[in-house]
């Protein structure tokens, strides 16, 4: 069964960077997509970025274009999650999902339902 693990989650000022991580365990993630979430309080869950099982395929939500970076190292079994210039708004519970999907886009990826237990990120000075 596969089991996630997210960390890397802290207290960072404004403009400052993290980079989450969320290591696999009870089976190889060669073949599963995966997808970063986050939920701030009294908000709905939203996806923040994406990737294919080969990595040749990426989504970013707009609110993190360009600040955020998804990568992965399938023979460490983790994905990571790269975020710099962060803003108070990024505050949050991040999680890490995957779903089995060996397809091309991430954007055919059908719903994730694998979870990680979520770590917190706190933005501010």
């Known amino acids: 069964q596969l089991q996630l693990v997210e960390s890397g989650g802290g207290l960072v000022q404004p403009g400052g960077s993290l980079r989450l991580s969320c290591a696999a365990s009870?089976?190889?993630?060669?073949?599963?997509?995966i997808g970063w979430f986050r939920q701030a309080p009294g908000k709905e869950r939203e996806e923040v970025s994406s990737?294919?099982?080969?990595?040749?395929?990426?989504m970013y939500a707009d609110s993190v274009k360009g600040r955020f970076t998804i990568s992965r190292d399938n023979a460490k079994n983790t994905v990571y999650l790269q975020m710099n210039s962060l803003k108070p708004e990024d505050t949050a519970v991040y999680y890490c999902?995957?779903?089995?999907?060996?397809?091309?886009?991430?954007?055919?990826?059908?719903?994730?339902?694998?979870w990680g237990q979520g770590t917190q990120v706190t933005v501010s000075s």
């Open positions: 009870g089976s190889t993630l060669d073949y599963y997509a």
């Open positions: 999902a995957a779903t089995l999907w060996g397809g091309r886009s991430i954007h055919s990826a059908p719903p994730y339902d694998h």
């Open positions: 990737i294919s099982s080969s990595g040749g395929s990426t």
